[in-house]
C-alpha cells in the first residue's frame, strides 16, 4: 500500500484547509485510516481516524470541532478538513493506513505511511 499526502501550505489563523491522501491499492479500503502530524522537535502525534467504512470517526482533543476526516473509498482517498487553524497545528501532517478496520489513534497499528506534507500557520 502507497499512500501520498497532499493539499499542505501556508494559511493564516483562523483559516481553512482540506489535506488529501490517495491510496495506491483497492485493498486499503479495508483497513481504518489515520492522519497524524509532527512539529519540529517533537514526537510524531495522532490527529484523526476513521474506520473502513467510514462509520467510526475519533479525534485528537486539540482538534475536536475543528477538523474532520473522510474518506471516499471508491476513489482511494482520505481527506481532513481542517477549519479554525491556530499556530500551533503548524506541522508536517502524515496520512497512515492501518492494519485493522476499526479506527485507532495508536500509531503502532499503522504500518503504511504517506510521505507527508507540510502544513504552517501564521498569524
Known amino acids: 500500500v502507497q499512500l501520498q499526502a497532499s493539499g499542505g501550505g501556508s494559511v493564516q489563523a483562523g483559516g481553512s484547509l482540506r489535506l488529501s491522501c490517495t491510496v495506491s491499492?483497492?485493498?486499503?479500503?479495508?483497513?481504518?485510516m489515520g492522519w497524524f502530524r509532527q512539529a519540529p522537535g517533537k514526537e510524531r502525534e495522532f490527529v484523526a481516524t476513521?474506520?473502513?467504512?467510514?462509520?467510526?470517526?475519533s479525534y485528537a482533543d486539540s482538534v475536536k470541532g475543528r477538523f474532520t476526516i473522510s474518506r471516499d473509498n471508491a476513489k482511494n482517498a482520505l481527506y481532513l478538513q481542517m477549519n479554525s487553524l491556530k499556530l500551533e497545528d503548524t506541522a508536517v501532517y502524515y496520512c497512515?493506513?492501518?492494519?485493522?478496520?476499526?479506527?485507532?489513534?495508536?500509531?503502532?497499528?499503522?504500518?503504511?505511511w504517506g510521505q507527508g506534507t507540510q502544513l504552517t500557520v501564521s498569524s
Open positions: 491499492r483497492r485493498t486499503a479500503s479495508n483497513n481504518s
Open positions: 476513521i474506520s473502513w467504512r467510514g462509520g467510526d470517526t
Open positions: 497512515a493506513g492501518s492494519r485493522y478496520s476499526t479506527a485507532t489513534s495508536r500509531l503502532d497499528s499503522y504500518p503504511y
